[in-house]
């Protein structure tokens, strides 16, 4: 067995970022997300190979990558989390999924498509997007055409996941 994590940013005006607070207001305005933690951001990560996978236009990053977990998670504060076990199969079947699908690009259509009713690229990936196809490959969830952070924090929630805070783990560097 396997444990994966999905790790969910959680918007801060004080990190200067703007464009989470930006996202995490912008997603809370759908009644979807009503009631939701401000998550602005997604990562998948494979806890046992210490990386993270998701889509980006962080640090230099244009769209779908791996990292390693302690380049990702520098302010561990600022994360919570939902930890679940995989088969070592389905573990390695996301993984691939993952890795067939690096480097596609940032989809931000997608992003502007929580609005506009599921516009998006197909070759594109925005964070939680990406995720939500690689949850759907090992089919522990339905895919969701619009899948924001917090409307992923939400099915994790009614699937009964408990959502952590990061800020208990030691990262190795």
Same mark, same amino acid.
């Given at each position: 067995?396997?444990?994966?994590? /999905? ?9 200067? %970022?703007? @464009?989470?607070? /930006? ?5 809370? %305005? ?13 990562? &998948? =990560? ?13 640090? !230099?990053?244009? !769209? #779908?990558?791996?990292?390693? *977990?302690?380049?990702?998670? #520098? ?5 919570? +989390?939902?930890?679940? $076990? &995989? #088969?070592? =199969?389905?573990?390695? &079947? $996301?993984?691939?999924? *993952?890795?067939?699908? *690096? ?23 925005? *964070?939680?997007? !990406?995720?939500?196809?690689? %949850? @759907? ?6 895919? +969701? ?6 409307? &992923? #924090?939400?099915? %994790? ?5 408990? $959502? ?8 190795? @560097?």
């Amino acid at each position: 067995m396997k444990v994966i994590r /999905i790790s969910q940013y959680r918007a801060d005006k004080n990190d200067k %970022l703007g @464009a989470d607070d /930006i996202i995490a207001f912008y997603t809370g %305005l759908f009644p979807v997300n009503w009631g939701t933690p401000k998550h602005s951001h997604s990562e &998948l =990560e494979f806890v046992d190979r210490n990386l993270t996978w998701s889509s980006t236009n962080r640090d !230099g990053s244009k !769209g #779908t990558r791996f990292a390693p *977990c302690e380049e990702v998670y #520098t302010h561990n504060w600022r994360w919570d +989390y939902f930890e679940f $076990m &995989l #088969t070592d =199969e389905d573990e390695e &079947l $996301m993984y691939d999924f *993952c890795s067939k699908h *690096c480097g596609k690009k940032y989809d931000w259509w997608g992003v502007g498509g929580f609005a506009l009713f599921g516009i998006n690229d197909p070759n594109k990936f925005y *964070c939680s997007e !990406g995720i939500g196809y690689a %949850l @759907a490959v090992i089919r522990f969830l339905k895919f +969701y055409r619009i899948l924001s952070p917090r409307h &992923l #924090t939400k099915i %994790l929630l009614k699937k009964d996941f408990v $959502m952590k805070s990061r800020k208990e783990i030691k990262l190795s @560097a």
